[in-house]
């Protein structure tokens, strides 16, 4: 079966996690927006939409708290998102690998919930690296793009890694303790011609995300830009499914490849 | 020398996010380069020819120098004479001359200078890691009279020193920046003295304005100065914190004796250079300017333009040599609305500075026909995707210090007396030479994907705090610098009272008015007065700003001038209610022309204002004076058939009642076109009634923003 026929084939999966997230943003934002319209009214603002941002800056000015509330918004959101993810991991490697009842697939979130968080902590050693040549650029690669290319190379390398170790989790009872499950990991996308694969579909999701961001820039206020943005949330969790279901095949393949299985 | 302008205005056009990634592929592929410029020959007089520059009265000649000044660019050091020849136009008769000995400031912690600065200006600090103690000084070695009998000494190094002269004594005033020079015998009006000093200038490491860092030296307030003599005494006031200078116009001989290396910039035209002993000696002439300043750094590269016979040289780092035709069509666009709006720049030459980085404390000054400007921000890769780009930066310093030649350069304010008739006309000059630059009312000066922010909204949103604490008419001390009012107080809102009145008297009568003061104030010493005076005279003591017909609403102009420049005062004006409510019907008993009762029908029963025809009810506006600042103010208020209205309330009362009998009210605004420059917070001017459901027009686009990022952020890209 192709990664992308496993993806297709779960449609409920995808449209429980994609409504997970789009009722999380949903939700996050709601106190955030409570506050700024209390502190705003009666009043209405009519100087357009290209003055959003002055007119923000503006009652921030007079009322702080509403910068703490949009913060406070933003970092909840964002760990969060990793929890989440965190906490599907497992219902989506087996639901991908077969097909399942709705209590297997649940179960398998929890059961292996333990196991997926520590190969995921072994997995930030080198996304911190990555981040680390980014930000402070320790090799002094002074063009902007080429260490943003390096640093996406990186970056998609440690998600392929974990997604496969995660997998050989799930799927091959591989240890978690033991780290060497996922230095294999690391070499074993690259070395495949899968890995490419995936790595393609992880741009995408990248571009899809980098899409949304643009959109909020170059579109600010428009009406119809939060439901372009929900959308392409609902698609990006489709490609996270799609790069996944790589790492999926590779474990199943790994498995009839194996003696006595 | 408008190719400069072209390709500034190409590289700030905005395509979307594509081309702007293009753009940025392009620059970051871009290696610095030297902008190439056409020669331009240096003028052979300091100021422009008779036609050009405009009315120069010679009564305002006051104090000639000669200088001869040596750098020894190792130790930092110049040691020179000048000869001050200065002529008592008052009324006064004096027995000493005083001094400015500015340099002093910087000579130990217990300056009023340091004392107040506490180390730091504007970012930067005195203290550093190397070992040199980083101190300036300015020390007198000998003051002599020369015979004043004798006609004026020819100008010359050679001619200085000359024979006979009588010793005079000095001593530093209880602080060292000042110095009071003892006469021999008094000057009564009209005489005419000349003094000779000897002197050592010990530059400190720059942080405020002037002196050395590495091999660049800036010379600003670096030699004995005399101070102006007004009809009431001298004016010689101690150099601190805030207060910047103040002296009287003439004519300066400078000759300059560097390393060979170095290359100069300084006030007025370079009439002689030679090469001698691996030393370079330069002469130059300035006329009728009231400073002189020079800078010389051995890293320095050349940019020359030209305008109307005016000779614009940059002198710029290497790595931000690129950025000189944009600073040069900045410097031109200034020029244009400058000499249009307040009479012709009488000087042939204009240099622009551009410090290096570790002199920042040096960027941002202006002195007579040479100022140092700031870097234009480096724009980034990720700047164009996210639409990232301003005109603040670099820009809009060649701008505001340009600005300064004729807004203290010209029209010699106290600046130590009333900053804000330099900083704070120049910054409401600068906004309009933008507006002229850009052809446009409300110029963006930046933007962020598809918003933007104009000067009028950036001036705003800076005044929104510590412009309640001192008035704006007052002297640079009284703005201490733990209010961290005098930038809000002083430029930003001196602007907006000046916009402010701009708008509503109209622009064409008030540029008239300040066009006069511009030029019957060129080479004086004006004060606020002296301005108010001039808008006074020019604009009459009234301006009616309701149209023919109208219950007439007028400005006071002194009234304004007065709360806006001498009080605290601030602007806010709210909407207070904006409602429809059942109208006074005919129900009850009345007596008819019999006398008799008739009528008794019930009062009408309970409706919702929803549900009333527009003929039983009355629209209410009540509009409110939050800020105690008197001001009339303009509503507009839209019916439910869509029809507006415009009304002026004098804004004497603390509220003001508008009702509209069998009109229903949707929306009433304040200041509708946003005349008000001087108020800051803007969010209470526009309500609703409130059986209008409606949006608040900043929570739905914001939230939907914050939510969009979210999304963004939950994307499931790796963790
Ligand atoms: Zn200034």
Same mark, same amino acid.
């Given at each position: 079966?192709?990664?992308?026929?496993?993806?297709?084939?779960?449609?409920?999966?995808?449209?429980?996690?994609?409504?997970?997230?789009?009722?999380?943003?949903?939700?996050?934002?709601?106190?955030?927006?409570?506050?700024?319209?209390?502190?705003?009214?009666?009043?209405?603002?009519?100087?357009?939409?290209?003055?959003?941002l002055?007119?923000?800056?503006r009652?921030?000015?007079?009322?702080?708290?509403?910068?703490?509330?949009?913060?406070?918004?933003?970092?909840?959101?964002?760990?969060?998102?990793?929890?989440?993810?965190?906490?599907?991991?497992?219902?989506?490697?087996?639901?991908?690998?077969a097909?399942?009842?709705?209590?297997?697939t649940?179960?398998?979130?929890?059961?292996?919930?333990?196991?997926?968080?520590?190969?995921?902590?072994?997995?930030?050693?080198?996304?911190?690296?990555?981040?680390?040549?980014?930000?402070?650029?320790?090799?002094?690669?002074?063009?902007?793009?080429?260490?943003?290319?390096?640093?996406?190379?990186?970056?998609?390398?440690?998600?392929?890694?974990?997604?496969?170790?995660?997998?050989?989790?799930?799927?091959?009872?591989?240890?978690?303790?033991?780290?060497?499950?996922?230095?294999?990991?690391?070499?074993?996308?690259?070395?495949?011609?899968?890995?490419?694969?995936?790595?393609?579909?992880?741009?995408?999701?990248?571009?899809?995300?980098?899409?949304?961001?643009?959109?909020?820039?170059?579109?600010?206020?428009?009406?119809?830009?939060?439901?372009?943005?929900?959308?392409?949330?609902?698609?990006?969790?489709?490609?996270?499914?799609w790069?996944?279901?790589?790492?999926?095949?590779?474990?199943?393949?790994?498995?009839?490849?194996?003696?006595?299985? | 020398?408008?190719?400069?302008?072209?390709?500034?205005?190409?590289?700030?056009?905005?395509?979307?996010?594509?081309?702007?990634?293009? =753009?940025?592929?392009?620059?970051?592929? +871009?290696?610095? @380069?030297? !902008?190439?410029?056409?020669?331009?020959? $240096?003028? %052979? *007089? /300091?100021?422009?020819?008779?036609?050009?520059?405009?009315?120069?009265?010679?009564?305002?000649?006051?104090?000639?120098?000669?200088?001869?000044?040596?750098?020894?660019a190792?130790?930092?050091?110049?040691?020179?004479?000048?000869?001050?020849?200065?002529?008592?136009?008052?009324?006064?008769?004096?027995?000493?001359?005083?001094?400015?000995?500015?340099?002093?400031?910087?000579?130990?912690?217990?300056?009023?200078?340091?004392?107040?600065?506490?180390?730091?200006?504007?970012?930067?600090?005195?203290?550093?890691?190397?070992?040199?103690?980083?101190?300036?000084?300015?020390? =007198?070695?000998?003051?002599?009279?020369? +015979?004043?009998? @004798?006609? !004026?000494?020819?100008?010359?190094?050679? $001619?200085? %020193? *000359? /024979?006979?002269?009588?010793?005079?004594?000095?001593?530093?005033?209880?602080?060292?920046?000042?110095?009071?020079?003892?006469?021999?015998?008094?000057?009564?009006?009209?005489?005419?003295?000349?003094?000779e000093?000897?002197?050592?200038?010990?530059?400190?490491?720059?942080?405020?304005?002037?002196?050395?860092?590495?091999?660049?030296?800036?010379?600003?307030?670096?030699?004995?100065?005399?101070?102006?003599?007004?009809?009431?005494?001298?004016?010689?006031h101690?150099?601190?914190?805030?207060?910047?200078?103040?002296?009287?116009?003439?004519?300066?001989?400078?000759?300059l004796?560097?390393?060979?290396?170095?290359?100069?910039?300084? @006030?007025?035209?370079?009439?002689?250079?030679?090469? $001698?002993?691996?030393?370079?000696?330069?002469?130059?002439?300035?006329?009728?300017?009231?400073?002189?300043?020079?800078?010389?750094?051995?890293?320095?590269?050349?940019?020359?333009?030209?305008?109307?016979?005016?000779?614009?040289?940059?002198?710029?780092?290497?790595?931000?040599?690129r950025?000189?035709?944009?600073?040069?069509?900045?410097?031109?666009?200034?020029?244009?609305?400058?000499?249009?709006?307040?009479?012709?720049?009488?000087?042939?030459?204009?240099?622009?500075?551009?410090?290096?980085?570790?002199?920042?404390?040096?960027?941002?000054?202006?002195?007579?026909?040479?100022?140092?400007?700031?870097?234009?921000l480096?724009?980034?890769?990720?700047?164009?995707?996210?639409?990232?780009?301003?005109?603040?930066?670099?820009?809009?310093?060649t701008?505001?210090?340009?600005?300064?030649q004729?807004?203290?350069?010209?029209?010699?304010?106290?600046?130590?007396?009333?900053?804000?008739?330099?900083?704070?006309?120049?910054?409401?000059?600068?906004?309009?030479?933008i507006?002229?630059?850009?052809?446009?009312?409300?110029?963006?000066?930046?933007?962020?994907?598809?918003?933007?922010?104009?000067?009028?909204?950036?001036?705003?949103?800076?005044?929104?705090?510590?412009?309640?604490?001192v008035?704006?008419?007052?002297?640079?001390?009284?703005?201490?610098?733990?209010?961290?009012?005098?930038?809000?107080?002083?430029?930003?809102?001196?602007?907006?009272?000046?916009?402010?009145?701009?708008?509503?008297?109209?622009?064409?009568?008030?540029?008239?008015?300040?066009?006069?003061?511009?030029?019957?104030?060129?080479?004086?010493?004006?004060?606020?007065?002296?301005?108010?005076?001039?808008?006074?005279?020019?604009?009459?003591?009234?301006?009616?700003?309701?149209?023919?017909?109208?219950?007439?609403?007028?400005?006071d102009?002194?009234?304004?001038?007065?709360?806006?420049?001498?009080?605290?005062?601030?602007?806010?004006?709210?909407?207070?209610?904006?409602?429809?409510?059942?109208?006074?019907?005919?129900?009850?008993?009345h007596?008819?022309?019999?006398?008799?009762?008739?009528?008794?029908?019930?009062?009408?029963?309970e409706?919702s204002?929803?549900?009333?025809?527009?003929?039983?009810?009355?629209?209410?506006?009540?509009?409110?004076?939050?800020?105690?600042?008197?001001?009339?103010?303009?509503?507009?208020?839209?019916?439910?058939?869509?029809?507006?209205?415009?009304?002026?309330?004098?804004?004497?009362?603390?509220?003001?009642?508008?009702?509209?009998?069998?009109?229903r009210?949707?929306?009433?605004?304040?200041?509708?076109?946003?005349?008000?420059?001087?108020?800051?917070?803007?969010?209470?001017?526009t309500?609703?009634?409130?059986?209008?459901?409606?949006?608040?027009?900043?929570?739905?686009?914001?939230?939907?923003?914050?939510?969009?990022?979210?999304?963004?952020?939950?994307?499931?890209?790796?963790?």
């Amino acid at each position: 079966m192709t990664a992308l026929r496993r993806v297709l084939g779960a449609p409920g999966l995808w449209l429980t996690i994609a409504a997970l997230k789009l009722a999380l943003a949903f939700v996050l934002v709601r106190p955030a927006r409570a506050v700024l319209e209390a502190s705003l009214a009666p009043f209405t603002i009519t100087s357009g939409r290209s003055a959003l941002l002055i007119e923000l800056t503006r009652i921030i000015a007079r009322h702080e708290a509403i910068a703490a509330a949009l913060v406070t918004s933003l970092i909840l959101t964002a760990i969060l998102g990793v929890l989440l993810w965190l906490l599907v991991a497992g219902a989506v490697i087996t639901r991908l690998a077969a097909r399942r009842s709705l209590d297997e697939t649940l179960g398998a979130s929890l059961r292996y919930l333990p196991k997926i968080a520590l190969v995921t902590v072994y997995s930030l050693i080198p996304r911190a690296l990555v981040v680390f040549n980014l930000v402070v650029d320790p090799l002094g690669m002074e063009n902007f793009w080429a260490r943003l290319i390096v640093f996406w190379l990186g970056w998609t390398w440690c998600t392929l890694a974990l997604d496969r170790a995660r997998a050989g989790v799930v799927l091959r009872g591989a240890s978690a303790l033991d780290p060497r499950p996922l230095v294999g990991a690391f070499l074993e996308v690259v070395t495949r011609r899968r890995g490419l694969a995936a790595a393609g579909v992880m741009l995408l999701g990248g571009l899809t995300m980098v899409a949304t961001l643009e959109l909020g820039v170059w579109y600010l206020g428009a009406p119809w830009v939060v439901w372009a943005a929900r959308l392409l949330a609902i698609v990006s969790v489709g490609l996270a499914l799609w790069r996944i279901a790589f790492a999926v095949e590779a474990a199943l393949d790994e498995g009839a490849r194996a003696p006595g299985s | 020398m408008f190719v400069g302008v072209a390709a500034y205005g190409r590289a700030r056009r905005y395509g979307g996010p594509a081309l702007a990634v293009l =753009l940025a592929l392009t620059l970051a592929c +871009d290696a610095p @380069s030297v !902008p190439e410029s056409a020669p331009v020959p $240096e003028p %052979s *007089a /300091a100021l422009r020819p008779p036609e050009a520059r405009g009315h120069v009265p010679s009564d305002a000649r006051v104090a000639d120098y000669v200088i001869d000044a040596r750098l020894d660019a190792d130790e930092h050091q110049v040691t020179g004479t000048v000869r001050i020849t200065w002529r008592n136009r008052t009324s006064r008769t004096v027995d000493d001359l005083q001094l400015h000995t500015y340099m002093n400031a910087f000579r130990a912690e217990d300056t009023a200078w340091m004392r107040e600065a506490r180390g730091g200006h504007r970012g930067s600090s005195l203290a550093h890691e190397d070992d040199a103690p980083g101190w300036g000084y300015v020390d =007198l070695l000998a003051v002599r009279r020369l +015979d004043h009998e @004798s006609p !004026p000494p020819p100008r010359g190094a050679s $001619e200085l %020193s *000359a /024979a006979a002269p009588v010793q005079l004594r000095w001593a530093e005033g209880e602080d060292p920046s000042v110095t009071r020079v003892a006469l021999d015998e008094p000057l009564g009006p009209n005489d005419q003295v000349t003094v000779e000093l000897d002197f050592v200038t010990q530059l400190p490491r720059v942080f405020a304005r002037t002196g050395y860092a590495g091999d660049f030296h800036m010379l600003g307030q670096w030699y004995p100065k005399i101070a102006v003599l007004e009809t009431g005494g001298w004016r010689n006031h101690v150099f601190t914190l805030n207060a910047e200078f103040y002296a009287d116009f003439g004519d300066y001989t400078v000759h300059l004796d560097v390393p060979e290396n170095m290359i100069v910039g300084a @006030s007025g035209v370079l009439v002689e250079e030679r090469v $001698e002993d691996g030393r370079k000696r330069l002469r130059y002439d300035a006329e009728m300017v009231h400073d002189f300043a020079w800078v010389a750094d051995p890293d320095f590269v050349e940019h020359l333009g030209e305008w109307h016979g005016i000779r614009i040289r940059q002198l710029l780092q290497p790595e931000h040599a690129r950025d000189a035709p944009q600073h040069l069509a900045a410097q031109i666009a200034a020029l244009e609305s400058m000499e249009a709006r307040f009479g012709p720049y009488p000087w042939s030459t204009i240099t622009i500075v551009h410090v290096p980085k570790e002199a920042k404390g040096a960027g941002g000054m202006e002195y007579p026909t040479l100022y140092t400007t700031s870097d234009i921000l480096a724009r980034k890769p990720w700047h164009a995707l996210v639409g990232f780009d301003e005109r603040l930066s670099g820009v809009f310093t060649t701008i505001h210090e340009f600005g300064h030649q004729y807004f203290q350069g010209l029209l010699a304010s106290n600046e130590q007396r009333q900053p804000w008739l330099d900083e704070g006309m120049n910054t409401f000059s600068n906004g309009l030479a933008i507006m002229d630059w850009t052809q446009s009312e409300s110029p963006v000066v930046a933007r962020l994907g598809n918003q933007v922010a104009t000067v009028d909204q950036l001036g705003r949103l800076t005044m929104l705090v510590k412009t309640d604490l001192v008035p704006v008419d007052s002297a640079a001390e009284e703005f201490p610098k733990l209010t961290e009012s005098y930038g809000s107080t002083v430029y930003r809102k001196t602007a907006a009272l000046m916009q402010t009145l701009r708008s509503y008297v109209g622009h064409p009568r008030f540029d008239a008015a300040l066009r006069v003061y511009a030029e019957r104030w060129r080479f004086r010493h004006p004060t606020g007065d002296d301005l108010v005076a001039t808008l006074l005279e020019q604009l009459g003591p009234r301006a009616t700003l309701t149209r023919e017909g109208d219950e007439r609403v007028e400005l006071d102009v002194r009234d304004y001038l007065d709360q806006a420049l001498h009080t605290v005062r601030r602007v806010d004006f709210e909407l207070e209610r904006v409602q429809n409510r059942r109208a006074v019907s005919s129900a009850g008993w009345h007596r008819d022309e019999h006398g008799a009762l008739v009528g008794g029908e019930p009062p009408a029963e309970e409706t919702s204002i929803a549900e009333l025809a527009d003929d039983e009810l009355e629209g209410v506006v009540v509009v409110r004076r939050k800020g105690d600042f008197q001001l009339p103010v303009e509503l507009e208020i839209e019916f439910s058939d869509g029809a507006v209205v415009r009304r002026w309330w004098d804004g004497r009362d603390a509220y003001r009642i508008f009702v509209w009998p069998g009109r229903r009210v949707a929306r009433a605004t304040v200041d509708p076109d946003r005349l008000i420059a001087l108020e800051s917070y803007t969010l209470n001017n526009t309500r609703f009634a409130p059986e209008l459901e409606r949006d608040d027009g900043l929570s739905r686009p914001i939230g939907d923003t914050v939510e969009l990022v979210e999304l963004a952020l939950l994307g499931g890209l790796g963790l």
